[in-house]
């Protein structure tokens, strides 16, 4: 079992900046691709962005591109989403999941075994 905790959601003006953490209790962290998911109010959830285990790849949705950025540091079990640029419309609930290395597609989240219980995110215009 991996129990995922996030931190760092807060209220920013539009243009500011947040970096979330996920911690991660899995002695094997290292071997899950972590992902992170919002979900805005009256919305479906949505991909947002994926790393896999070593840190090298990376993937984006189009809307968050050159914005937001995901890492992870293995050595204390965290992932993070540092947030530049927010705008009214990145306002959501974010979420971090994990998910077996081995997966066909981290944008999809039945793809992810594992969730956090998520971190408001409100940015005012």
């Known amino acids: 079992q991996v129990q995922l905790v996030e931190s760092g959601g807060g209220l920013v003006q539009a243009g500011g900046s947040l970096r979330l953490s996920c911690a991660a209790s899995?002695?094997?962290?290292?071997?899950?691709?972590m992902g992170w998911f919002r979900q805005a109010p009256g919305k479906e959830r949505a991909f947002v962005a994926a790393?896999?285990?070593?840190?090298?790849?990376?993937y984006y949705a189009e809307s968050v591109k050159g914005r937001l950025t995901i890492s992870r540091d293995n050595a204390k079990n965290t992932v993070y989403l540092q947030m530049n640029s927010l705008k009214p419309e990145d306002t959501a609930v974010y979420y971090c999941a994990a998910a077996s290395s081995w997966v066909s597609d981290l944008t999809q989240e039945y793809e992810y075994k594992y969730w956090g219980q998520g971190t408001q995110v409100t940015v005012s215009s």
């Open positions: 790393i896999l285990w070593g840190g090298l790849s990376t």
């Open positions: 899995a002695p094997t962290f290292s071997s899950y691709a």
